[in-house]
């Protein structure tokens, strides 16, 4: 089945860091990808949507210059978080559709920030 | 404003029995999906219902949908251990707009 490669799955970083978030789909092409935020015990926070060789669009509160996301490919869509801090500590979780097929929505494994 | 509910939000089981977890959700949508998540693992997709009336189903899991209602369903079918999870429904609008409802924390007690 279609498989969505994240990396890394866990990063550990010093307060004011940037650490970055790979999102791969990689046997199908995905126009869109979702990136979403977790945090214990609670259900998913979708933070923004990855459009494909244009600007992703944030949620409310979420702030655009604070968690970067490029989609320079169909295949790839990346997450920055710009000078971490601890409350940037969290699960992430990207996801992308597989437009050529039934549309079915796959996820990366995760990636668990902590910043220090 | 786009909404998902899922209930409930906790369920403890015993083996053998029968339940089923609800979701409802407020807008017209494209999709509705419904996924499992094992603590500290990302999810892992369970069904896509793509039309009023879709029904599928894979070993004691079985999934609906009513567009008309707004309404899917999961229903377990004689729980057993290994179903003890957090299930999520998620609906997709617009086909770039994602919402999920809060969970389900399911537990399956011998």
């Known amino acids: 089945g279609a498989v969505v490669s994240q990396h890394p799955s866990r990063v550990i970083c010093k307060s004011g860091t940037s650490v970055k978030i790979e999102c791969r789909s990689l046997d199908f092409q995905a126009t869109t990808m979702f990136w979403y935020r977790q945090f214990p015990k609670k259900s998913l926070m979708l933070m923004a949507t990855s459009n494909e060789g244009s600007k992703a669009t944030y949620e409310q509160g979420v702030e655009k210059d604070k968690f970067l996301i490029n989609h320079a490919s169909l295949t790839l869509s990346t997450l920055t978080v710009t000078s971490a801090h601890p409350e940037d500590s969290s699960f992430y979780i990207c996801?992308?559709?597989?437009?050529?097929?039934?549309?079915?929505?796959?996820f990366g494994e995760g990636s668990r920030l902590t910043v220090l | 404003e786009l909404k998902v509910e899922q209930n409930p939000l906790f369920l403890s089981m015993q083996e053998g029995k029968n339940y089923t977890i609800y979701c409802n959700y407020s807008?017209?949508?494209?999709?509705l999906y419904w996924y499992r998540q094992d603590p500290g693992k990302s999810l892992e997709s369970l069904f896509v219902l793509l039309s009023n009336g879709a029904v599928k189903q894979e070993g004691r899991l079985m999934a609906s949908l009513d567009t008309k209602a707004r309404l899917s369903t999961l229903h377990i079918t004689a729980a057993v251990h290994d179903l003890s999870a957090t299930y999520f429904c998620a609906v997709l609008y617009n086909n770039n707009d994602m919402r999920f409802g809060a969970g389900t924390r399911l537990t399956v007690k011998p």
């Open positions: 996801s992308a559709i597989d437009s050529s097929n039934t549309g079915e929505l796959f």
């Open positions: 807008t017209t949508s494209d999709r």
